[in-house]
């Protein structure tokens, strides 16, 4: 079993940043890809990035193109998105996810192991 915790989250401005943090515990992430997805009220659960094992690949969902930085410590057992100048949008809890069977994909029924979540508001 995989226990994932994220952290980070809290309330922002408009144009300010963010760094997120997901520890695993359990297992070693090292062979796992990492993703982050975000649900805002009301809505679907939303892919916003993933990262392949050994860090070579990653993706991002088109709204956070060039703002949002998807990284991974696997000495440390931990992933990070780094999000910089953040909009109201980006408003939602972010959770992260990981997949043992190290496909590369977007969708969230890929990923075998979910974190708790952590409250990302950004204010106007």
């Known amino acids: 079993q995989v226990q994932l915790v994220e952290s980070g989250g809290r309330l922002v401005q408009t144009g300010g940043s963010l760094r997120l943090s997901c520890a695993a515990s359990g297992r070693t992430l090292s062979s796992y890809t990492m993703g982050w997805f975000r649900q805002a009220p009301g809505k679907e659960r939303m892919f916003v990035a993933v990262i392949s094992w050994s860090s070579d690949r990653t993706h991002y969902a088109d709204p956070v193109k060039g703002r949002f930085t998807i990284s991974r410590d696997n000495a440390k057992n931990t992933v990070y998105l780094q999000m910089n100048s953040l909009k109201p949008d980006d408003t939602a809890v972010y959770y992260c996810?990981?997949?043992?069977?190290?496909?590369?994909?977007?969708?969230?029924?890929?990923?075998?192991?979910w974190g708790q979540g952590t409250q990302v508001t950004v204010s106007s």
């Open positions: 996810a990981a997949d043992s069977r190290t496909h590369f994909r977007i969708t969230a029924s890929a990923y075998d192991y």
